[in-house]
């Protein structure tokens, strides 16, 4: 076998050159373990599907139910001055009632 760095003859059974220290063995751990993991999300959610997707439709209920709420927030903002009006002008209603009632006594 060649060493695919510095093409020297090694050993088949060499995991790394003898002359230029390099590993010569493709890292074969590494994609098994890579793999595995893969076959085992796919099996977790295989077997979870019925609870993911369950997850998932209360999450769309509760962010559905939030962007109402934001909705209503929004709205009572853009009403805010509108309403401060009327608390304006029913005070000087008020205060107008006050003057009449003591000019009459």
Do not use: W
């Amino acid at each position: 076998m060649r060493c695919r760095y510095c093409a020297e003859d090694i050993r088949e059974e060499s995991i790394f050159c003898r002359y230029c220290n390099r590993r010569v063995r493709r890292r074969y751990f590494r994609f098994i373990v890579i793999v595995a993991m893969i076959a085992a999300v796919a099996i977790f959610v295989g077997a979870h599907r019925t609870q993911m997707t369950h997850n998932y439709y209360e999450m769309k209920m509760f962010f559905r139910d939030m962007s109402d709420s934001f909705r209503s927030f929004i709205n009572t903002v853009k009403e805010l001055p509108s309403s401060l009006r009327v608390i304006s002008d029913y005070e000087k209603y008020i205060k107008n009632s006050d003057e009449f009632l003591k000019a009459g006594r």
